[in-house]
């Protein structure tokens, strides 16, 4: 092979070697002698270490759609709108985000991009999208870091109240800790996660039965049923009376069921440092719609049945007490009289929030790397050190964490809703650029001649789908805080709520005025470049395992996890 050169194979479908097209690169595009591919990284010196395996990877997925805003954001939700509404919410956003997640599981496992969806926007939809998708992501998780450490501190003064020890002291604790495990490099943090998210989800199902014994009047012989959705009401209203209201209560709650599912793309984020990521990506990804069913949808309509919203044991209720839980979930057990259980579970829920954070700040490092990786970020955040992990990328996004001390002096409750608005609209924008990237891919893989059945996994409800979700998604983004216009104009629910719009469109037409890029059409979108790549390596990793099955014999059969523990999840 000539040098400066590289052989593109042109598939028509995964397995299949079609015609060989002869790529010249400049000496810019060069690294170390080898082709720098944007998006996709090769050189030791930046290149990220495939350290998470499988079942990393499912564990990964199903941590990120259990954290703060099911475990505690839910309180501010039930307290404002009640157990109907937010059943509602909750599910109808979460079959947006099943959408969300068939979308980029398409793209994923044609591409396992080191750059993860804003590689997969800059180069099936247009540069510029990519651009304000990265940034905007990368400031959606610098702001989700520190809101989980104002989760905790709101957390721990279940037992002690900020009066007698300063939040700063937990926020510090907590900080250097998950700063030390993301440094140690994915290997670590993958186990480290995997057995954290393994917690998380034994403790869920643990909470649903529990909620589901309560209602039955299990613990305390009285058996609620649906006696809270009639008295005080299914349907809280909210700044009006009558069905208005109810229906305002309701519309308000899409920010929180929003939030609460915030952190189920991450696997999107995942790919550059996942084995086989064209297996193990569309499996977690098929997994989720259940995930959404059992630990949303079904943990709510429990809550629902075990707490009324106008408790004052709410810690987001107007009548909330000193002694307010921040979990509606520890209310519930409060409520039936169960002595001890309250404490262990808000130390269950302490867990959560603690490994909500490690992995927020892993996302946050790997999408600022990610974002330099397709040549939208200064060069210096690709670099990476012997652990595979990019130390300058996780230095900035750790530095942003310290906005977590605001809750000094501050109220966390009130900190932690100005958090909630900001992360929830760059989230909803985020959905929205990855429902235009799938919507342009497969409207390109059409034109191109990629049919269903030469991709490795195709989004259930394919185009029509994503046009659907992209439809609710603009509409909650541009409505979900009214509040804010009714009455006295709150202008910090307004800013909190609506800023992520203005700066997204600010990087978007910024980014096209500063480069001149132009949108990908259909038929010049590029499919392969780089797809011989993760070829190879998906090919050496399977012949890897096969080796390593062979030398181990038959006898040993599977592993202590794959016998006894996978079936569970």
């Known amino acids: 092979m000539e040098p400066g050169t590289v052989h593109r194979t042109m598939s028509s479908s995964l397995h299949s070697i079609g015609d060989k097209e002869k790529i010249t690169y400049n000496d810019a595009d060069l690294e170390n002698g080898q082709p720098h591919i944007r998006g996709l990284e090769t050189s030791a010196d930046t290149a990220l270490h495939r350290g998470l395996k499988a079942r990393h990877i499912t564990m990964i997925a199903i941590g990120g759609a259990i954290g703060t805003g099911l475990i505690i954001g839910t309180g501010k939700a039930l307290a404002q709108a009640g157990p109907g509404s937010i059943f509602i919410s909750y599910t109808m956003i979460g079959f947006v985000v099943f959408l969300v997640m068939a979308a980029l599981g398409e793209m994923s496992a044609w591409l396992p991009m080191s750059a993860g969806f804003t590689g997969y926007a800059s180069r099936f939809c247009d540069p510029s999208l990519g651009f304000a998708l990265g940034w905007s992501y990368w400031i959606k998780y610098i702001i989700l870091s520190p809101n989980q450490l104002t989760a905790a501190a709101l957390v721990i003064s279940f037992w002690v109240p900020r009066e007698k020890v300063n939040p700063g002291v937990w926020i510090t604790i907590f900080l250097v800790a998950i700063i030390a495990i993301n440094y140690f490099g994915v290997r670590f943090f993958g186990e480290f996660e995997f057995w954290l998210s393994s917690f998380k989800v034994v403790v869920i199902i643990g909470v649903i039965l529990l909620c589901l014994i309560i209602a039955a009047g299990g613990a305390d012989g009285h058996a609620r049923g649906f006696e809270y959705w009639r008295d005080p009401g299914a349907f809280r209203p909210y700044l009006a009376t009558g069905s208005l209201g109810q229906f305002l209560g309701f519309w308000s709650t899409m920010v929180n ?144 964490a310290l906005l977590a001390y605001l809750n000094v002096s501050d109220d966390s409750k009130q900190v932690f809703t100005y958090f909630v608005n900001l992360v929830s609209i760059f989230g909803l924008l985020t959905w929205i650029s990855i429902l235009v990237t799938h919507i342009w891919f497969v409207r390109a893989r059409r034109a191109q001649g990629l049919t269903n059945d030469m991709m490795p996994y195709v989004a259930p409800l394919g185009i029509y789908g994503s046009y659907g979700a992209l439809t609710v998604c603009i509409i909650v983004a541009l409505t979900k805080n009214f509040d804010a216009f009714i009455g006295e104009f709150q202008y910090e629910t307004f800013i909190t709520g609506y800023l992520g719009i203005p700066v997204y469109l600010v990087f978007i037409f910024g980014h096209k005025l500063w480069t001149r890029s132009k949108g990908v059409r259909a038929h010049e979108c590029d499919f392969y470049t780089g797809k011989d790549v993760i070829d190879r390596e998906e090919q050496e990793f399977l012949a890897a395992k096969a080796a390593r099955r062979a030398a181990r014999g038959d006898s040993r059969g599977a592993g202590f996890y794959q016998r006894y523990v996978a079936w569970l999840f």
């Open 257 to 400: 069921a929003t939030f609460a599912y915030l952190g189920t793309e991450l696997v999107g984020v995942t790919v550059g440092e996942a084995q086989n990521p064209r297996a193990t990506i569309p499996k977690a990804i098929k997994l989720t719609f259940y995930r959404i069913v059992l630990f949303y949808c079904i943990s709510i309509l429990f809550l629902g049945m075990c707490v009324p919203w106008n408790s004052d044991l709410l810690a987001f209720s107007a009548k909330a007490s000193n002694s307010a839980s921040a979990s509606p979930f520890v209310v519930a057990v409060k409520l039936a009289g169960i002595p001890v259980l309250d404490h262990i579970l808000n130390a269950c829920i302490l867990v959560f929030v603690f490994s909500a954070a490690n992995s927020d700040l892993y996302i946050a490092s790997r999408t600022l790397y990610g974002l330099a990786s397709d040549g939208s970020a200064p060069a210096i955040f690709r670099k990476t050190n012997k652990n595979g992990v990019p130390v300058y990328a996780l230095g900035l996004s750790s530095l942003f």
